[in-house]
């Protein structure tokens, strides 16, 4: 049976990596490459770096010999690539198969798809015949109550009029060889996953599913494996804050006997 993943996701918004709640506040943590550096020392199975910037601006504001400034996401992605030392997950501003490419080139393993594969689904079946499936995740941020969620675009800007499970489901046929799947209205709450919208997409599809959104504790990751069949849980801003946080969730979830590596420290 394969393993349960646990995965920090990283939101990276012009340059500093932000905290976020309900994909409209967002308070700055710091630089990318330290919190890489101090996640990959915790033995996390994967890392997601999410860029959600509204623009090409990315300044630190600051130029060191402690934080090189940079001025493009994929300098910035190879500086992340370097110091990272498990899978990494590269998602934002992906448009067209060269962005696609550039981000796998520069260190990424994977990449992540949202907005342009609304726009555009074919782009889905063009990923993964470039690429492979196992490089494609499909991203679907939605927002709403059971059982009339909407898949929305643009960093929960526009409404597609789309369903999660339907979404998810045309996107495994079209190539994607995984789905992150995230409640636009548990972003930051710390009350748990939307349950019932994982267990859907989960159901819809025979891919990894990855959950996302809201959790506040650990329980909240085990419930995401239990409750809602998710293949890996995933989070944000909970890791932020507390000394070996990955280390701390692995071991909780292990400690359940829920099919997680048993956790221990990189260094």
């Given at each position: 049976?394969?393993?349960?993943?646990?995965?920090?996701?990283?939101?990276?918004?012009?340059?500093?990596?932000?905290?976020?709640?309900?994909?409209?506040?967002?308070?700055?943590?710091?630089?990318?490459?330290?919190?890489?550096?101090?996640?990959?020392?915790?033995?996390a199975d994967e890392l997601?770096?999410?860029?959600?910037?509204?623009?090409?601006?990315?300044?630190?504001?600051?130029?060191?010999?402690?934080?090189?400034?940079?001025?493009?996401?994929?300098?910035?992605?190879?500086?992340?690539?370097?110091?990272?030392f498990m899978p990494l997950?590269?998602?934002?501003?992906?448009?067209?198969?060269?962005?696609?490419?550039?981000?796998?080139?520069?260190?990424?393993?994977?990449?992540?798809?949202?907005?342009?594969?609304?726009?555009?689904?074919?782009?889905?079946?063009?990923?993964?015949?470039?690429?492979?499936?196992?490089?494609?995740?499909?991203?679907?941020?939605?927002?709403?109550?059971?059982?009339?969620?909407?898949?929305?675009?643009?960093?929960?800007?526009?409404?597609?009029?789309?369903?999660?499970?339907?979404?998810?489901?045309?996107?495994?046929?079209?190539?994607?060889?995984?789905?992150?799947?995230?409640?636009?209205?548990?972003?930051?709450?710390?009350?748990?996953?939307?349950?019932?919208?994982?267990?859907?997409?989960?159901?819809?599809?025979?891919?990894?599913?990855?959950?996302?959104?809201?959790?506040?504790?650990?329980?909240?990751?085990?419930?995401?494996?239990?409750?809602?069949?998710?293949?890996?849980?995933?989070?944000?801003?909970?890791?932020?804050?507390?000394?070996?946080?990955?280390?701390?969730?692995?071991?909780?979830?292990?400690?359940?006997?829920?099919?997680?590596?048993?956790?221990?420290?990189?260094?």
């Open positions: 049976m394969l393993k349960k993943r646990l995965i920090p996701i990283v939101l990276l918004r012009n340059g500093f990596v932000v905290q976020s709640k309900l994909f409209k506040r967002y308070q700055r943590l710091g630089n990318p490459t330290t919190i890489v550096e101090r996640l990959s020392d915790w033995a997601i770096y999410l860029d959600i910037s509204t623009d090409a601006s990315y300044d630190l504001g600051r130029d060191d010999l402690n934080f090189v400034n940079r001025h493009s996401i994929l300098e910035i992605l190879g500086d992340i690539s370097s110091k990272c997950t590269f998602g934002g501003g992906i448009r067209k198969l060269e962005d696609a490419e550039a981000r796998i080139r520069t260190g990424a393993d994977k990449f992540t798809v949202n907005s342009q594969a609304l726009i555009e689904p074919d782009f889905v079946d063009a990923c993964a015949r470039e690429f492979g499936c196992q490089c494609v995740v499909v991203s679907i941020d939605a927002k709403g109550c059971h059982p009339s969620w909407e898949v929305f675009r643009m960093g929960g800007k526009i409404g597609t009029g789309r369903r999660p499970g339907e979404w998810a489901a045309e996107v495994e046929k079209r190539g994607a060889g995984e789905i992150l799947i995230n409640s636009i209205d548990r972003d930051g709450s710390g009350h748990g996953y939307d349950i019932a919208l994982i267990r859907t997409v989960a159901e819809a599809v025979k891919i990894p599913v990855i959950a996302l959104g809201g959790v506040g504790t650990w329980d909240h990751l085990a419930a995401g494996i239990i409750e809602g069949g998710a293949s890996a849980v995933a989070a944000a801003n909970i890791f932020h804050y507390t000394e070996n946080s990955v280390y701390e969730a692995k071991k909780a979830l292990f400690e359940r006997a829920l099919n997680f590596r048993q956790p221990s420290l990189g260094y």
